[in-house]
């Protein structure tokens, strides 16, 4: 526990309650580039209050400026942004930065060795009590711990981009990590608002970049092949899978697709047959220059001369509009739907 | 056109307004299952006579059983339903039914033969200014159209099940159907409310089910390695993937994660890297004896004692708000988010 007392305002209520996030005061946040500023944001709007360590010389222009485009979604989602930066300040010196916090959430380039040196420095830095979470979407936790005195401290927080906006974050315990810890991030992220998920085995990409991953490729191989444009197949998605795995996910779905018998039935009577007859037809595509500049020249056409800023701007709108209808804006208290 | 007065009422407004509705007052449905229910409820809601051609002895119970399902969906999707069925009847032969009709959507078995052969009847006895629109989520429309004198005519027009609920409808062309049949059917279901897609290659299994069969190998496997069960990845996706292609593809998804140069920076900087470290690290499950065991057990354990009906329910109205929060539905006027 941290020995001061702490001027931030009091933690709003998380979906787990406030219990879980009243021993989590002070956070440093070590990365300032998209991923960080969004934790960054997060944690101040839930009473937290965040160092920043990033050696860029230009560091607070950019979080501060970070911070006033996503204060909007913040706002949006229900959370108090009145006061939003009051609790934050920057250290450019990681063992000061890490010094007294409770949290630690390491947001750094993906290069294993450069990983494990600032870990190195966090574990001879941090308080004992405080939970070390890496935000990596490619690295183990095993093989960063490997530098570690103590690795059952570390523990993969990985959050689908942008961590204050999209509910997932996969908890990857490394082969060392301690239950306690995986356990104790469980609820830290819970009390966040957000839907952490703990994984069961270590595996490259993790689960939602793998799944990602895997229809992306027929996507591309699809436009590669001239069946539809990028926009026609973005609008195929939004008003197919997309809204169905935004209430039920894929087994969910093909449960409810198979007939009283559900997935079983599925499994025996379109399941088979999909594995057998569509799998192996699926493409291969690579990234050749023809199917660069297909892809190139449709983003072109799709996305015409609105920034990436507005896009997503309008794109995040629409979205807290949904986990609004679904009750999941983090100020919830009347959902007007189930989740399935 | 038909020759005489039809008592429908007259259609309400859908998207593309009422004009392309207006010269549809009859509709024949051959064939009554899941499908076929989900399409003559939509089209008695907006005010098409419907009739239903199906050999089975039961149909009639069968098909108003199944309509009294539904009709709780369509009413939430602003639908009216007060006299749903006034304009429902049902007729065993199959030349009789379609003789005065405007539209024909056939949803018999997926065999080619058996397609052929009612196609073939319904080419002989369908008046000429008929839309002929096969539901087929298999067969090619040129292959089905070999049995026919004039196989410009025929189009495939394929739901994402149910068509009552899910915007998507995919027309896909045959080889020889004529531009204006095309068109035709993409005025008409757009009309019903429906986001139609018209593919510019016939491509088996059409692009929906062929980007969901994409994911679910990968899904699939990830639960038959162990990373997590299937409860698990599909709370991933519905917090991740899932309400992120609710509101933009998976092009646009990528688009606003590349930074500001957006989607060719994206493929320069992860694409590749996805295309050569992940895409051949995917898995390549089989539905073999183990797999099936795995997943027929954790779908007992994520589905527990509801039905399938009980559970199909608590997702439609989930899907239902959300399309409502889209300004999806099709009595949105004032849909409460712009779509992405």
Do not use: C
């Not at 204050?164 to 830290?188: C, K, N």
Request: overall charge negative.
């Amino acid at each position: 526990m941290t020995s001061t007392p702490a001027p931030a305002p009091a933690a709003t209520p998380g979906r787990d309650g406030t219990a879980a996030l009243d021993s989590y005061r002070r956070a440093a946040i070590i990365g300032g580039g998209v991923i960080g500023i969004s934790w960054a944001g997060l944690f101040l709007a839930r009473g937290i209050d965040v160092v920043i360590n990033d050696p860029r010389p230009d560091i607070e222009d950019l979080v501060r400026a970070g911070l006033d485009e996503i204060t909007p979604a913040l706002a949006a989602l229900g959370l108090p942004t009145d006061h939003l930066t009051d609790g934050l300040r920057f250290e450019a010196d990681l063992a000061t930065a890490v010094a007294d916090v409770d949290i630690v959430q390491e947001n750094g380039p993906e290069r294993l060795e450069l990983k494990q040196q600032i870990w190195g420095t966090i574990e001879r830095s941090a308080p004992a009590h405080a939970l070390l979470a890496t935000s990596t979407s490619s690295i183990p936790a095993t093989a960063i711990a490997e530098a570690l005195r103590h690795p059952e401290r570390l523990v993969v927080g990985h959050p689908f981009n942008p961590p204050h906006l999209v509910p997932l974050v996969e908890i990857v315990p490394g082969r060392q990590t301690s239950p306690a810890v995986v356990e104790r991030a469980r609820a830290f992220y819970a009390a966040l608002g957000k839907r952490p998920q703990v994984l069961r085995k270590e595996i490259p990409g993790f689960v939602a970049n793998r799944l990602q991953s895997a229809l992306f490729r027929e996507a591309v191989s699809l436009v590669a092949q001239g069946v539809v444009t990028e926009q026609e197949l973005d609008d195929i998605v939004t008003a197919s899978i997309g809204l169905r795995w935004a209430v039920g996910g894929p087994f969910r779905t093909f449960h409810l697709g198979g007939g009283p018998e559900g997935l079983p039935h599925f499994i025996e009577h379109l399941g088979r047959a999909m594995a057998t007859d569509m799998w192996p037809a699926l493409g291969n595509p690579t990234f050749d220059d023809t199917t660069v500049a297909t892809l190139v020249s449709q983003a072109r056409e799709a996305f015409g001369d609105d920034t990436v800023a507005q896009l997503a701007a309008v794109r995040d709108r629409a979205q807290i509009a949904l986990m609004r209808a679904l009750g999941e804006t983090p100020d919830a208290n009347s959902g007007s739907a189930e989740r399935a």
